[in-house]
């Protein structure tokens, strides 16, 4: 499998996102989003006005998710963690796209959407069954489980000749 350049900088700058959002978990949740905004963007978007667009928009979809996740994972937290990468996942793949100026595409949007889902109910699994007892560590690998797989997503649907997409091909 080749990556590209700007997709392996994206999957180790997500890397650094994870363990840096497992780390402050416990005294930042809300502002997370933002990390992960300003380390994807800082690979992925070269413009500075788009970049804090990036950032901000990551960080009220972060908001909107948590708060999705906390509205539904009464049912449980699996659940809670599906809907709440579900909608993360699309709406920061429709971010990525208006803030590099590239047309929607709904295989790319739906990727980005399912990879959402699934890492959002792992994520759960690992971070909300047992926050209480989890190591910092712990938080770290949810994280990254969570957020590598999408900032991968994000990355390949806006390039214009992804020569990764063939992982195998996903849309």
Known sequence: MNLSAQTKKTLLWTFVSGILCGLMAEIAIWYLGLVFGVLF???????????????IASGIVYYIAMNTFLFTSGFSFVFGGLCAGLLGGFLMSVVNKVVVSKPLSFGSEIRSTLIGGITGMIFALIFFNNVEKLPPSHMSLAFVIWQVPVGWSLTTSIQTNPDDISLPYLW
């Open 41 to 55: 963007g800082i690979v992925n978007i070269t413009k500075v006005l788009p970049f804090v667009f990036f950032t």
